[in-house]
């Protein structure tokens, strides 16, 4: 079973020494992506394989079967694509219970429509069990109203989940409001509600069963897949000592929400901790310091931090 991933952002900042080693967690022989489809998905799967990062993409037909825990731990993110085809899942309840548990441990999941549509007939076509009773999902159910239409404002323009999507059209899709605790990160060009994360689990309201949308899908299931499984690098990218002051500016290699810094001199021993993108000491006794910074993110904290020895004159 996968570790949590925020049981270790907070263990490894708590206790990130400087000096400290370690390999990145980086997913450094690609990213897996599981796909559970009702209706033929290989668009998709062959968009999203042709995506940088992505080593391997897996498909699951829920209609007949339901995926095992052991399924859900080979995948890196899960996109689910609900019941475009007014077929349902073999176990909607089972299905939502084991993709909560597969979050619970930091999984991370993508929904697209129609993982989010009410339905029309007898066929339950979204995830129900504890997914739902637990409200997982960022957009709630709503109708397929399938208005053409592209995207529109990009609410959250910084954030590494929308990055590269382009025009991102789409012909099918649903309106769904946003859940309780969700964050809106983009609106269709006509209004409603595109793209949305709660937790680890980001839904945009288009279905990838319209070609038109299926690169954007791609690039938002990379996108995500990403974000919550690649380790950010740190760069220092200025330097500056004068008399007794040192001060330094630095950067993420890849998708982060923050840093960890410190200062120690030669003999001593520090602790990484919290500081925005730069940071400036001052009063500094004569001697030998080195500065180390670590960026961090929703898959951890950079065990290789960045690193700047100098030296204060007596």
Same mark, same amino acid.
């Given at each position: 079973?996968?570790?949590s991933r ?8 708590s ?12 997913? +450094?022989?690609g *990213?897996?992506?599981?796909? #559970? ?5 290989? /668009?998709?799967? &062959? =968009? @999203? ?6 080593s ?18 080979k995948a890196?993110?899960?996109?689910g694509?609900g ?6 899942y ?21 929904e697209?429509?129609y ?16 997914f ?10 709503g ?9 529109g404002t ?6 590494a989940i ?12 649903? +309106?769904?409001? *946003?859940a309780?605790?969700? #964050? ?5 060009? /006509?209004?409603? &509600? =595109? @793209?949305?994360?709660?937790g680890h ?8 069963n ?26 220092i ?7 007794s002051?040192?001060?330094?500016t630095?950067k ?8 960890l810094?410190?200062l ?6 520090g602790?990484l ?17 080195t ?5 961090f ?18």
């Amino acid at each position: 079973m996968r570790f949590s991933r925020v049981a270790l952002l907070v263990v490894v900042s708590s206790c990130a020494l400087l000096g400290a080693a370690g390999g990145t967690t980086a997913a +450094t022989k690609g *990213l897996t992506v599981m796909i #559970t489809e009702t209706c033929d998905q290989t /668009d998709l799967a &062959n =968009a @999203i394989q042709a995506q940088p990062g992505i080593s391997k993409v897996l498909i699951y037909e829920v209609t007949d079967a339901t995926p095992l825990p052991s399924d859900f731990a080979k995948a890196d993110i899960v996109v689910g694509t609900g019941g475009q085809c007014d077929t349902g899942y073999e176990d909607a309840a089972t299905y939502g219970d084991r993709l909560a548990d597969y979050v619970d441990h930091g999984g991370a999941v993508l929904e697209t429509a129609y993982d989010n549509w009410e339905g029309s007939g007898a066929a339950v076509v979204h995830p129900t069990g504890r997914f739902a009773s637990g409200h997982y999902a960022p957009l709630t159910l709503g109708p397929n109203d399938n208005i053409a239409t592209a995207l529109g404002t990009v609410l959250k323009p910084k954030s590494a989940i929308v990055q590269g999507l382009g025009t991102f059209t789409t012909n099918d899709n649903t +309106t769904t409001p *946003l859940a309780q605790g969700a #964050t809106l990160l983009a609106k269709w060009a /006509d209004g409603r &509600n =595109a @793209i949305a994360m709660k937790g680890h689990v980001v839904a945009t309201s288009a279905s990838t069963n319209d070609d038109p949308s299926i690169p954007a899908v791609a690039r938002l299931a990379r996108n995500t897949a990403v974000y919550f499984n690649v380790v950010p690098g740190t760069k220092i990218t200025k330097a500056t000592v004068r008399g007794s002051s040192a001060a330094f500016t630095f950067k993420a290699l890849g998708p982060s929400t923050g840093f960890l810094c410190g200062l120690t001199k030669v003999g001593n021993k520090g602790r990484l901790r919290a500081c925005p993108s730069h940071k400036k000491y001052r009063n500094l006794k004569p001697g030998k310091y080195t500065f180390a910074v670590a960026a961090f993110g929703p898959a951890g904290v950079d065990r290789t931090p960045a690193k700047k020895s100098f030296t204060i004159a007596g």
